[in-house]
C-alpha cells in the first residue's frame, strides 16, 4: 500500500480530512496492533479522537471508490440498525457520519436517514444521548492531549536545562584543563541554543574573556 496505494492522487485527496498515522504493527506498533485486534496486514482502521474504532478495512483496498469506501462501513451499520429500529447503534453511527465525512455518499445517507427518523422520540431521544457523548468525549480528548502537551513541555524543559548545566560543566572543566578549543564549543552551542537563558549570558562573558566576537540576543522593542 505504501507503494501502490498511498501516493496515489485520489487517495492523496481522500485522506485529506483525516490526521494520518502510519505504524509498523510488528516493530513500534505492536501494543497498538494488540490493542485493535490486528491480526493481519495490511490494516487501514478511522479512529475517532477518543481512540474508538470507527471502520477498518482488511487487507488491501479496491483501487476503485477508496474515498467511498472508508465510511461505507460506518454507513451500513447504521442503515441496518435504522432498518431494524436499533435506534441506539444508528444515533451512534449517524453522529458520526454527521460529523465527520462531509460531501461523501456516507453523509448524505446519514442525512436522508436524519430526515425520516427526525420526527420519531425514541430515535431523537437517542439521537441527542449519543450525540452529547460525542461531544463530551470530545472535550475530554482536547483535555488530555493538552495535558500530554504540557507534560512534554515540561519535560522538554527540564531535559534542556539540565543539557545546558551539563554544558557548562563540560566547557569549565575544558578550560581548566587549557582545552580552549572544546571549552569555546560548549559555551557557543549555549548561546546559539539558549540565548536568553543565565547560561548563555555566562556563557557569552566566557567567549568574550576568550576573545570570541558574539553578539548579544536582539531584544523585541518595547510596546510603544
Known amino acids: 500500500m505504501d507503494a501502490g496505494t498511498y501516493p496515489r492522487p485520489d487517495v492523496q485527496e481522500a485522506l485529506k480530512p483525516y490526521l494520518c498515522v502510519h505504524i509498523n504493527a510488528e516493530k513500534e506498533g505492536v501494543d497498538v496492533a494488540k490493542k485493535y485486534g490486528v491480526d493481519s496486514f495490511p490494516r487501514l482502521m478511522i479512529l475517532d479522537p477518543m481512540g474508538n474504532k470507527l471502520m477498518e478495512i482488511k487487507g488491501k483496498p479496491q483501487d476503485e471508490g477508496f474515498g467511498e469506501r472508508l465510511p461505507y462501513d460506518i454507513h451500513n451499520t447504521m442503515a441496518v440498525a435504522a432498518q431494524k429500529k436499533d435506534f441506539k447503534v444508528a444515533a451512534q453511527n449517524m453522529v458520526y457520519l454527521r460529523r465527520w465525512f462531509e460531501g461523501t455518499e456516507a453523509r448524505k445517507g446519514a ?88 547560561e548563555a549570558k555566562t556563557a557569552r562573558g566566557k567567549l568574550k574573556f576568550f576573545g570570541v566576537k558574539v553578539e548579544e540576543p536582539k531584544k523585541d522593542p518595547a510596546p510603544k
Not at 442525512?111 to 452529547?132: C, G, I, N, R, T
Not at 472535550?139 to 548545566?165: F, S, T
Not at 557548562?168 to 552551542?189: D, G, L, Q
Open 111 to 198: 442525512d436522508d436517514w436524519y430526515k425520516q427518523l427526525e420526527a420519531d422520540v425514541d430515535f431523537k431521544a437517542a439521537y441527542d444521548e449519543e450525540q452529547k457523548k460525542l461531544e463530551d468525549g470530545l472535550a475530554k480528548a482536547k483535555e488530555d492531549a493538552l495535558k500530554i502537551q504540557e507534560a512534554a513541555e515540561k519535560a522538554r524543559v527540564i531535559a534542556e536545562e539540565k543539557e545546558r548545566k551539563e554544558l557548562m560543566v563540560t566547557a569549565a572543566e575544558h578550560s581548566k584543563k587549557s582545552r580552549r578549543k572544546e571549552a569555546i564549543e560548549c559555551w557557543e552551542k549555549v548561546n546559539t541554543r539558549w540565548p536568553d537563558s543565565e
